[in-house]
């Protein structure tokens, strides 16, 4: 492929997942996030990659070259030649993919014990810091995740915006209680008596 090598094998994974019954059909397993979330990961990507490719590529450095462009039944124009399709069919065919097996099984395990538990666990918190919102004051649910997203990130507080956005935070007893309500569920701990 000219381009999406990468995509097409992360499709690839979930694909098969799906086709092998490892996960319901429709669920796409957030492989990417995993392998980029470390150096680790990105390292080991590199290396499953390379463990069939760099011994490939050395057994056929002399064996392609560039010439006149071609295009392609796809409609790939490439100058690319090579000579050795006869010897080289056995590996395209079947080559020994242990390593990447190993490493994308390493990646489907860390995706859903890791990166979709902690998924997971932040839209518990959401979910229970959108619930004492709602006890401290109602409003439609898009509201309460705007809500929710800026008092957090703005580290604890109700910002000027906010306010101009929903003047009824301009009252300071309720905006301490409003905060209270989504720190609480974020911070693990019950909310303090009298605030709802």
């Given at each position: 492929m000219r381009d999406g090598n990468g995509r097409i094998r992360r499709f690839l994974i979930n694909d098969t997942l799906v086709r092998d019954n490892a996960v319901p059909n429709g669920v796409i397993l957030p492989v990417s996030s995993t392998i980029t979330s470390s150096t680790e990961f990105r390292a080991g990507y590199d290396k499953a990659l390379e463990v069939f490719?760099?011994?490939?590529?050395?057994?056929?450095?002399?064996?392609?070259?560039?010439?006149?462009?071609?295009?392609?039944?796809?409609?790939?124009?490439?100058?690319?030649?090579?000579?050795?399709?006869?010897?080289?069919?056995?590996?395209w065919r079947y080559p020994d993919l242990t390593t990447h097996v190993l490493y994308t099984a390493r990646v489907v395990e860390h995706t859903i014990r890791t990166e979709m538990a902690e998924e997971a666990r932040v839209l518990v918190i959401f979910q229970l810091a959108k619930e004492r919102l709602k006890e401290v004051v109602e409003m439609p649910g898009q509201d309460s995740n705007r809500i929710i997203r800026a008092i957090k990130e703005n580290g604890w507080n109700v910002s000027g915006k906010l306010k101009r956005e929903y003047p009824r935070l301009d009252d300071e007893r309720l905006a301490e209680r409003v905060v209270e309500a989504v720190q609480s569920a974020f911070e693990g701990r019950e909310m303090k008596d009298g605030d709802v």
């Open positions: 490719s760099r011994p490939f590529m050395r057994r056929y450095a002399t064996s392609y070259r560039f010439s006149e462009l071609v295009t392609y039944e796809d409609g790939t124009p490439s100058n690319f030649v090579f000579d050795d399709y006869d010897d080289a069919r056995f590996a």
